[in-house]
T-cell receptor, first 109, second 114 residues
Framework: SQQGEEDPQALSIQEGENATMNCSYKTSINNLQWYRQNSGRGLVHLILIRSNEREKHSGRLRVTLDTSKKSSSLLITASRAADTASYFCATAGANNLFFGTGTRLTVIP | SQTIHQWPATLVQPVGSPLSLECTVEGTSNPNLYWYRQAAGRGLQLLFYSVGIGQISSEVPQNLSASRPQDRQFILSSKKLLLSDSGFYLC?????????????FGPGTRLTVL
């Protein structure tokens, strides 16, 4: 399966701490994307990293990609209560994206 | 700017009843359109995608069907709902020429089949 797998499944941290989520996948990719989903809502695109990139930043987000290990990580620095959500990685197929099962992040105020 | 709409937001239907969920996109032309289902606490399962009017690709054999009668309209249907059809249904679009790039999601429809 081309689907990504996030780890951990759930993560609970204090406000101000950093949160790290990992994603592993099985096939070669064009790019890898991270999405966020607030409870009961649609997904929101956070960041895209291409297969020839190793690291990318966007605000408090830092994404790394290791194509040799077929893995990616999402780091959220200085977390806030509003960061509480589920985070999904997605790998690009020929016509669609394959989503993982997500990491449920809870940031405690 | 582009926007995507889904309705209804929530739906409770009895087993065996028909289903029609609608998704429309504004502010873009020739989008790729997608239907996903998300079971409680799970990831997204791609159900259908469409690269143009009348062009539907099915990813998973099931009790559901999809249609694209207009460029920016995508409909998910069923003739007879099953209990297992319950879930959160998400519609998404992406620019046709950039199918590897990000997808933009609608707010979703929560379907409960009783």
């Amino acid at each position: 399966s081309q689907q990504g797998e996030e780890d951990p499944q759930a993560l609970s941290i204090q406000e101000g701490e950093n949160a790290t989520m990992n994603c592993s996948y099985k096939t070669s990719i064009n790019n890898l994307q991270w999405y966020r989903q607030n409870s009961g809502r649609g997904l929101v695109h956070l960041i895209l990293i291409r297969s020839n990139e190793r690291e990318k930043h966007s605000g408090r987000l830092r994404v790394t990609l290791d194509t040799s290990k077929k893995s990616s990580s999402l780091l959220i620095t200085a977390s806030r209560a509003a960061d509480t959500a589920s985070y999904f990685c997605a790998t690009a197929g020929a016509n669609n994206l394959f989503f993982g099962t997500g990491t449920r992040l809870t940031v405690i105020p | 700017s582009q926007t995507i709409h889904q309705w209804p937001a929530t739906l409770v239907q009895p087993v065996g009843s028909p289903l029609s969920l609608e998704c429309t996109v504004e502010g873009t032309s020739n989008p790729n359109l997608y239907w996903y289902r998300q079971a409680a606490g799970r990831g997204l399962q791609l159900l259908f995608y469409s690269v143009g009017i009348g062009q539907i690709s099915s990813e998973v054999p099931q009790n559901l069907s999809a249609s694209r009668p207009q460029d920016r309209q995508f409909i998910l249907s069923s003739k007879k709902l099953l209990l297992s059809d319950s879930g959160f249904y998400l519609c998404a679009w992406s620019p046709l020429a950039r199918s590897y790039n990000e997808q933009f999601f609608g707010p979703g429809t929560r379907l409960t089949v009783l």
